[in-house]
């Protein structure tokens, strides 16, 4: 069983940046293809980064490219979403999430093929 936990939200002003970390025990995550979604009130659960348990694959949702970078770091069984340049589109509650399933070189894209989430940490971006 995977245990993760999620820090580094917090209250932001337009163009800030936030660094969120998600902290893994309890089992092998480093094996873990690993993802972060966020969502925000009224809207469904959706995909932000991924990068599979290799790190050798690295997938990006549209609005986030070129301002967020996903990263891990496996001594540490963390993994990390450096977001800058951020929009009051960006408010949301993010979540880390891991699928045991997933090949070495697989992002899993669809919230319901992860086993694990953690329980969600706030970023509010002011205008």
């Known amino acids: 069983q995977v245990q993760l936990v999620e820090s580094g939200g917090g209250l932001v002003q337009a163009g800030g940046s936030l660094r969120l970390s998600c902290a893994a025990s309890g089992g092998t995550s480093r094996y873990y293809s690993m993802g972060w979604f966020r969502q925000a009130p009224g809207k469904e659960r959706e995909f932000v980064a991924g990068i599979s348990w290799s790190g050798r694959t690295i997938n990006y949702a549209d609005s986030v490219k070129g301002r967020f970078t996903i990263s891990k770091d496996n001594a540490k069984n963390a993994v990390y979403l450096q977001m800058n340049s951020l929009k009051p589109e960006d408010t949301a509650v993010y979540y880390c999430?891991?699928?045991?399933?997933?090949?070495?070189?697989?992002?899993?894209?669809?919230?319901?093929?992860?086993?694990?989430w953690g329980q969600g940490t706030q970023v509010t971006v002011s205008s």
């Open positions: 999430a891991a699928n045991s399933l997933a090949g070495p070189y697989i992002v899993v894209v669809t919230p319901n093929e992860y086993d694990y």
